[in-house]
């Protein structure tokens, strides 16, 4: 549905740079990337409103130079949700509506109408962009574009709003592009990932393989992960039996182990991974913590001392020093209770060697 290929796109200076993506039709993509990488530029080029300097960008197959914007069928809504200050709020949602019964359906999905009897000078942030997504839907467009829409929203409103836009991207087979500074939500939402840094696509896929295979240390502590180290992988061989963790069908064919030598510490890990100089990532909640040394199928089996315990609502963090080497480790607020955990105390920290992504 939509195909970039060599894309470079100036505001004042490149905003875009050698860009190549694409995402099918019925696919919901997200757009991530730090403040500035270029992500509305990204939709913008994609709208048609700004015409890329190099490289060609197709929509729905047809080069998007030959589209006239009426044969585009596209909805962008930007994060700052305009609306038409000298409409009301029914006629800016009605504005170029597809037909009656999709107009309904975005107003009881969206529950916008409750906004219907407010001026629309007066509306809040996050009620101005709860208008402009659903004047975005009832055009009902092949293409919609969303600039963090949901970005002014309290917790509850987006998680609601949220579900109800990806079901409607799903019963109305609409192909979506988002921007989001949210992991959590581009998870959730995403069939595909594209992160954006400096004008250029650091790395797009699943966002599962995004998060869990970051391609560069960058990438990985973009993305939050906790525990990145610098050193040298040394390849063991095939995968033996005695090194399966748990269920053997997670490994892949051509799965290799490999061991990782940092700050004195071996880290084990298995993948698809290039010997050398790189990088071991784990990420905090693939660690758990034990007082003793617990049976169980984890490769890597580290002891420490607790340094720090923060409680984070649900989730507690508990920082530990691990021979001079720092290491998190996410656990349950409840499971961190359950072990008492505070600084000085002797643990074990363990780990999947399949949890260790080398890159
Ligand atoms: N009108 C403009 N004139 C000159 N430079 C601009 C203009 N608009 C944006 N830029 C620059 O182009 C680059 C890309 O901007 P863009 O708005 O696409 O980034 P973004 O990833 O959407 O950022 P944010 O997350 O802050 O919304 C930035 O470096 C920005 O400073």
């Known amino acids: 549905m939509i195909a970039l290929s060599g894309v470079t796109a100036r505001k004042g200076r490149f905003a875009l740079a050698d860009v190549s993506v694409s995402l099918a039709e019925g696919e919901y993509g997200v ?36 589209l006239a914007p009426e044969d585009r069928h ?28 999709s107009l309904q359906e975005v107003e009881e999905r969206l529950d916008v109408g409750a906004y219907y009897s407010r001026d629309i000078l007066g509306l809040s942030g996050g009620e101005r962009q709860i208008v402009a997504l659903a004047r975005a839907l009832a055009r009902r467009p092949r293409l ?66 995004v998060f869990r295979r970051p391609a560069s240390p ?11 180290f610098g050193g040298i992988a040394r390849e063991l061989g095939e995968v033996s039996p005695d090194w399966v963790e748990g269920d053997p069908a997670q490994y892949a064919r051509g799965h290799r182990a490999f061991a990782f030598e940092t700050e004195g510490l071996t ?52 920082t530990l020093d691990v021979r001079g080497v720092p290491l998190v480790a996410a656990l349950t607020t409840r499971s961190a209770l359950e072990l008492r955990l505070e600084p000085g105390l002797a643990v074990v920290a363990s780990f999947k060697a399949m949890a260790v992504h080398l890159c």
């Open 144 to 209: 919609l574009l969303l600039d963090e829409p949901f970005s002014a929203l309290d917790p509850r409103r987006r998680m609601l709003v949220r579900r109800e836009v990806r079901q409607l991207h799903r019963d109305w087979g609409l192909t979506t592009l988002q921007v989001t500074h949210d992991f959590a939500e581009a998870g959730m939402l995403g069939d595909r990932a594209i992160l954006l840094d400096a004008g250029r696509v650091l790395q797009q896929g699943t966002p599962a393989e």
């Open 218 to 228: 960058y990438v990985a502590e973009f993305l939050g992960a906790e525990n990145v």
């Open 267 to 318: 880290l084990y890990a298995v993948g698809d991974f290039a010997p050398g100089v790189g990088h071991a990532v784990i990420r905090a909640e693939e660690i758990t913590i034990s007082r003793d040394h617990v049976h169980d199928s984890a490769r890597n089996r580290l002891a420490g001392r607790v340094t720090e315990v923060q409680a984070l609502g649900a989730l507690t963090r508990v």
């Open 74 to 101: 596209l909805s962008l809504v930007y994060q700052h949700a305009y609306l038409f200050p000298h409409l009301s709020v029914r006629d800016n949602v009605a504005y170029g509506t597809a037909d009656a019964r």
């Open 31 to 66: 757009v991530i990337g730090p403040a500035g990488s270029g992500k509305t530029t990204l939709l913008e080029v994609i709208a048609g409103l700004l015409v890329p300097a190099a490289g060609t960008v197709q929509v729905g197959g047809v080069d998007a130079r030959r």
